[in-house]
């Protein structure tokens, strides 16, 4: 996809024809927001106001259809592109994802129009076993309602929050594909919590627990999933193992929750002992 970031990077009028017309397209939205970002990245946020803007007018119109998906994606990689770009730091533009990602889900902007009462309705009547399990919710004092509220708009804000990341590291390798050849791979291998960063995101969570804000919780641990991600390929670069290593990887943490504790296990301890840099060769 390379020539198609350089094509884009000829002036302000093809990325902003190219943001606008993946925003149109539906589940071109990822497009429409990496084209953001690498504009971003490159020249930063004033220049990069029309491209925004031509990415946010077609992604507000699908908001409006219902689907805020696009738009959000939009405007979260903007803002971690800006903190990446200012502070050079990929775990404080993941942190500044993070928290923005907790206020929309807080928001309730990821619920769908009209609530959840009429999907909840659907799900009875499409199968008496759902209607059986939510019938007992209730029995227990729970408030169907509100759980799914907390469910849905909580696992729809975590996906538009990955789909960011997502978006960011692609607008991120065609930066350096244009203008620092190798320069992700590097930046992207060295991505590592300090305990500053671990003691805040620790700190969210419990803040969220405490006065009720779930959303924080549900996604303070995304940054450090990603740093244990950026440790897993480091291995493997300083190792120089084959790529087949990073496929079965992926594989295993898409299909398997106990590797995804592993993986934030592992980014936590890396925050205290920093595996590559033990790892790493000296040079004399």
Same mark, same amino acid.
């Given at each position: 996809?390379?020539?198609?970031?350089?094509?884009?990077?000829?002036?302000?009028? *093809?990325?902003?024809?190219?943001?606008? &017309?993946?925003?149109?397209?539906?589940?071109?939205?990822?497009?429409?927001?990496?084209?953001?970002?690498?504009?971003?990245?490159?020249?930063?946020?004033?220049?990069? &106001?029309?491209?925004?803007?031509?990415?946010?007018?077609?992604?507000?119109?699908?908001?409006?259809?219902?689907?805020?998906?696009?738009?959000?994606?939009?405007?979260?990689?903007?803002?971690?592109?800006?903190?990446?770009?200012?502070?050079?730091?990929?775990?404080?533009?993941?942190?500044?994802?993070?928290?923005?990602?907790?206020?929309?889900?807080?928001?309730?902007?990821?619920?769908?129009?009209?609530?959840?009462?009429?999907?909840?309705?659907?799900?009875?009547?499409?199968?008496?076993?759902?209607?059986?399990?939510?019938?007992?919710?209730?029995?227990?004092? *729970?408030?169907?309602?509100?759980?799914?509220?907390?469910?849905?708009?909580?696992?729809?804000?975590?996906?538009?929050?990955?789909?960011?990341?997502?978006?960011?590291? &692609?607008?991120?390798?065609?930066?350096?594909?244009?203008?620092?050849?190798?320069?992700?791979?590097?930046?992207?291998?060295?991505?590592?919590?300090?305990?500053?960063?671990?003691?805040?995101?620790?700190?969210?969570?419990?803040?969220?627990?405490?006065?009720?804000?779930?959303?924080?919780?549900?996604?303070?641990?995304?940054?450090?999933?990603?740093?244990?991600?950026?440790?897993?390929?480091?291995?493997?670069?300083?190792?120089?193992?084959?790529?087949?290593?990073?496929?079965?990887? *992926?594989?295993?943490?898409?299909?398997?929750?106990?590797?995804?504790?592993?993986?934030?296990?592992?980014?936590?301890?890396?925050?205290?002992?920093?595996?590559?840099?033990?790892?790493?060769?000296?040079?004399?």
């Amino acid at each position: 996809m390379l020539p198609i970031a350089r094509w884009l990077m000829r002036g302000t009028p *093809y990325a902003t024809g190219g943001a606008a &017309l993946a925003a149109i397209v539906p589940w071109l939205f990822w497009l429409s927001a990496a084209i953001v970002a690498l504009v971003t990245l490159r020249r930063g946020m004033l220049p990069a &106001l029309p491209v925004l803007a031509a990415g946010a007018l077609p992604a507000g119109w699908w908001w409006m259809q219902g689907d805020v998906i696009p738009l959000a994606s939009v405007l979260l990689v903007t803002l971690m592109a800006v903190v990446l770009r200012e502070r050079m730091r990929w775990s404080e533009a993941l942190i500044a994802g993070t928290l923005a990602g907790a206020v929309l889900i807080q928001l309730g902007v990821f619920i769908p129009p009209g609530g959840t009462g009429p999907l909840l309705e659907q799900l009875r009547q499409s199968s008496d076993e759902i209607d059986q399990v939510l019938g007992e919710l209730v029995r227990q004092g *729970y408030d169907t309602e509100e759980l799914a509220t907390l469910l849905i708009g909580g696992i729809t804000g975590l996906m538009v929050l990955i789909a960011a990341i997502g978006c960011l590291a &692609l607008a991120r390798s065609w930066q350096a594909g244009l203008y620092n050849p190798g320069g992700f791979r590097e930046e992207f291998h060295a991505l590592r919590l300090v305990p500053r960063e671990l003691a805040l995101l620790v700190l969210l969570g419990v803040v969220g627990m405490v006065l009720g804000l779930p959303s924080l919780s549900m996604l303070a641990w995304v940054p450090l999933l990603v740093a244990g991600i950026a440790l897993v390929h480091g291995f493997i670069g300083i190792k120089g193992m084959n790529g087949l290593w990073l496929v079965a990887f *992926y594989g295993l943490l898409i299909t398997t929750w106990p590797m995804i504790l592993i993986v934030l296990l592992a980014a936590f301890i890396d925050v205290f002992v920093d595996f590559r840099g033990r790892l790493a060769p000296r040079s004399d």
